[in-house]
């Protein structure tokens, strides 16, 4: 996908999305049908598993509800996106980054190409 200003991102950037005063975190999953720009967030994957795990479910990529900004507001006036060259290095809580961690390792072990 290539987001206006924002250049172009492969399927496991590692991303930040800004929209209506928050951050969300995660790993780019890419463009839906309507334009949209799906994502992981980053402890979604981690969740995922957990719960699969405690309920003896199979747990697959597919297992891993993913995140949404729609197209048209992504850009200048809406969401702005932005790629995360050094993801470890942006995390000052212990926890989140433990969570992120073990995310992309799940993701990893998927073979989804987590960053």
């Not at 980053?42 to 479910?57: R, V």
């Amino acid at each position: 996908m290539t987001i206006k200003y924002g250049g172009h991102l492969q399927p496991g950037d590692f991303i930040a999305i800004a929209e209506s005063g928050f951050m969300h975190l995660g790993w780019y999953f890419g463009e839906g049908k309507s334009g949209s720009l799906q994502y992981y967030f980053y402890k979604h994957p981690l969740n995922a598993f957990d719960y699969a795990e405690k309920n003896n479910k199979e747990f697959t990529l597919k297992s891993i509800w993913k995140s949404y900004v729609y197209g048209s507001n992504v850009g200048p006036t809406g969401s702005r996106v932005i790629k995360i060259e050094n993801p470890e290095s942006i995390f000052n809580d212990q926890k989140d980054l433990e969570a992120y961690l073990k995310s992309k390792e799940i993701l990893n072990n998927l073979k989804f190409p987590a960053k």
